[in-house]
């Protein structure tokens, strides 16, 4: 695999950082929720969705969507899928383990959420970050739903076989501790 670099650097390597920088600093100034399992699991789904969403559809023979200022790999798509995507997830995460949603504010949660990804992206096509051929950013919110109920059906499955990672456990352990 090559990784290419940017045509130009412009307008869209600059959202990309821009992006990457101000996701990190919200992540990074809230509170530890999950342990170092849970973050790197729900790291590499996300990074797998990202990309093989984007090889599948955004490549020939689909060719829906062009990434950046190739249809190769470049380097701020690897920026894009290892350092941009994975915190939005968590942050979704974050929020449905401090809020606890169930039922229908867990389905408004997700569409809230996919509201605002699909907004952020639509900043993204502006800045050239995404340049649709046969996509539309209508097709862009279902997707995002279903990105963000597999995080939460992850979230739920490691701490359903992993009762350690999960908040149940650290409930657990204050009440015991208190007693």
């Given at each position: 695999?090559?990784l290419?670099?940017?045509a130009?650097?412009?307008?869209n390597?600059?959202?990309?950082?821009?992006?990457s920088v101000?996701?990190w600093?919200?992540?990074?100034?809230l509170?530890?929720?999950f342990?170092?399992?849970?973050?790197?699991?729900?790291?590499?789904?996300n990074?797998?969705?990202?990309?093989?969403?984007d090889?599948?559809i955004?490549?020939?023979?689909?060719?829906?969507?062009?990434?950046n200022?190739y249809?190769?790999?470049?380097?701020?798509?690897?920026l894009?899928y290892?350092?941009?995507?994975?915190?939005a997830g968590?942050?979704?995460?974050?929020?449905y383990?401090?809020f606890r949603?169930r039922?229908?504010?867990?389905?408004l949660?997700?569409?809230a959420?996919?509201?605002?990804?699909?907004?952020?992206?639509?900043?993204s096509v502006y800045?050239?970050?995404f340049t649709?051929?046969?996509?539309?950013?209508?097709?862009?919110?279902?997707?995002?739903?279903?990105?963000y109920?597999?995080n939460i059906?992850?979230?739920?499955l490691?701490?359903?076989?992993h009762?350690s990672?999960?908040?149940?456990?650290?409930?657990?352990?204050?009440?015991?501790?208190s007693k």
């Amino acid at each position: 695999m090559i990784l290419y670099p940017p045509a130009a650097f412009d307008a869209n390597e600059w959202f990309i950082i821009a992006a990457s920088v101000c996701i990190w600093c919200v992540w990074l100034a809230l509170p530890r929720r999950f342990t170092g399992f849970t973050l790197v699991t729900i790291w590499l789904l996300n990074v797998f969705l990202a990309q093989t969403t984007d090889f599948i559809i955004g490549k020939p023979p689909y060719d829906l969507y062009k990434v950046n200022d190739y249809n190769e790999y470049e380097w701020f798509d690897l920026l894009l899928y290892l350092f941009t995507y994975p915190p939005a997830g968590f942050m979704l995460l974050y929020g449905y383990d401090r809020f606890r949603f169930r039922d229908g504010k867990l389905v408004l949660y997700l569409l809230a959420c996919a509201i605002i990804t699909t907004l952020l992206e639509k900043m993204s096509v502006y800045f050239r970050v995404f340049t649709y051929n046969n996509w539309s950013l209508a097709y862009s919110f279902p997707t995002y739903v279903l990105v963000y109920a597999l995080n939460i059906a992850l979230l739920r499955l490691i701490w359903r076989y992993h009762p350690s990672q999960g908040r149940r456990h650290r409930i657990t352990k204050r009440r015991a501790a208190s007693k």
